[in-house]
Every structure is written in C-alpha cells, then in structure tokens.
C-alpha cells in the first residue's frame, strides 16, 4: 500500500467497501469492519477513517435519494477510487511478501 494509506484500519475499511460495492455506507462498514477485525470500532473512528480516506482521494462518496424506511434520511455512500484500488492491491501484495518464508505453528496450550 502507498504512503497515502496506512494503517490497519485504513486498509480494513478500504478492503470492506471494496467488498460491500454499492452498500458501502457508514454503519454499513462498521458492521463489516467489526465482524471481519472481532474488534469493535466506535462510530467515530470509522466515520472519521471514511472522510480521511476521501481527503486522500483513496474514497469517494456521494449522497442516496431520501429513504422512507430510515425516516426520509439519506445515506453517504462510499467508492474505491482508482488510487483507492491500486492502494488495495499494494497493500495485499505488502501484506504477502511481508508473510513469505514464515513458518509459523501455533500450539495449544
């Protein structure tokens, strides 16, 4: 992954709206994010990793039309850039090489 995008979480949740593709939405993500990591992120840190994201240019996003089921709000929906993409695939390929060789066993205790 490029200097534009660091951090586990960053990445957790450019991989997460690569996968959720049109419902990737906020809460949408920290859903995702949250069962995927089994660690629980507050709504801040996630909607603030989203917006960080978009400042780098990794992520767009855009607003639906109003929902009657959510009371007439509307979502801020997310999409992987082209930076955001090649930022994905770097990090993948980072995260493999970094593994390469490893030998690990793990032992119950």
């Not at 709206?17 to 089994?38: I, N, P, S, T």
């Not at 639906?64 to 979502?75: A, F, I, K, M, Y």
């Amino acid at each position: 992954m490029n200097s534009n995008a660091s951090g586990n979480l960053e990445f957790s949740v450019l991989i997460s709206v690569a996968r959720l593709g049109d419902k990737a939405y906020g809460a949408e993500v920290r859903r995702d994010v949250a069962q995927r990591a089994r660690k629980d992120y507050s709504v801040g840190a996630i909607y603030a990793t989203l917006q960080r994201l978009e400042d780098k240019g990794l992520l767009s996003s855009s607003d639906t039309e109003p929902t009657p089921v959510r009371g007439g709000r509307s979502r801020r929906c997310f999409a992987l850039t082209v930076p955001g993409r090649q930022a994905v695939r770097s990090g993948v390929a980072t995260r493999r090489r970094l593994w390469e060789g490893v030998d690990l066993v793990l032992q119950r205790r």
